[in-house]
């Protein structure tokens, strides 16, 4: 179970494996805010961690004390991170634009530890479940909805899909874009919805798209296990990603880089799953590769020259953000 911690036992990164390349057009400071960034959205730095003091990170990477301190200065004023005096540098638990939300979230995490010490009282979560049920009537999770708001159709399927099998509720799908010029079935499903979701890199447009709506905005970050995995066999041979959105495959390569800064394209290869020739050819290449939950039976049907072992994972959203978005949903 995932708890809240005092300043005191507060889990510490103290090596985050920020590297820095000083041969790039790219500024230190921007260098360091997109690795910290990348490393919160995949839950390699999760919220409410210490990082490195500014001496301690700016002696690791050699670089000025002032380049670390305005890094960190820049991510707390972008709502990354919290500097706390006589405590450091902290990472910024979830943001969500409601405050009524966090109280739910520590219900939400009593329940989990309620099962446990159910478990040990010889109760399932099935029979703890059921006896709740006897003791008051569930909401009718068939009316609740949430909005599932993201730049690519992939990813926000993807996202849906998972938050709808996983809460048995309705999960709608609304693109960025869709948010400056909505439809009257967009303006529908906003309205009707009891809150809308997104990854932190949108989390501010929505947010601004969405204050009329008076309702939480929550963010979706993925689960760090299924992505460590990935990351850890790509920095020994290739891997390939399979999906049949550009936009998603190139934006899940950039951020990769970004949390394992020694990755290269040549060791992401990406390829359209609805292009069965850049497919076979991606294949020649590699013998692992991550398929997009929504193109598995798919990639069993190409004629590929070469065998490749199919990554899959159960969860891809994390569970502290089904945590938030559940806590939302029951928000009365």
Known sequence: MSVTTSAETRPTHRDIGLSIDRNSKISLTRQLKQQIISKIYFGIIRGSSKLPSVRELSGRLKVNPKTIRKTYHELQNDGYLIIKPRVGVVVKAPVINSDRLDTHVKRIKFVRQNILEASALGLSPQQLVTLIQKLDNPPDRKQLSVVVIECNREQNQWFANQITSTLNITAHEVLLEELAHPTD??????????????????????????????????QLRLAPQAFKTIVDIAKVEPVGFFASDIKFLQGMQRALMTVAPKLREEHLLTADINNP?????????????????????????????????????????????????QAALLME
Do not use: G
């Not at 309205?191 to 905005?217: D, G, I, S």
């Open 185 to 218: 079935d967009v303006k529908d499903r906003l309205m009707k919805a009891q809150c809308f979701a997104t990854t932190h890199f949108h989390w501010n447009t929505v947010c601004e798209y969405t204050k009329r709506n008076n309702k939480p905005v929550l």
């Open 277 to 325: 020739k850049q497919v076979r050819s991606v294949t020649a290449q590699i013998n692992t590769a991550f398929v997009s939950p929504l193109c598995v039976d798919q990639i069993s049907d190409l004629d590929a020259k070469v065998q490749v072992q199919t990554l899959t994972f159960k969860r891809m959203i994390a569970l502290e953000s089904m945590d938030t978005l």
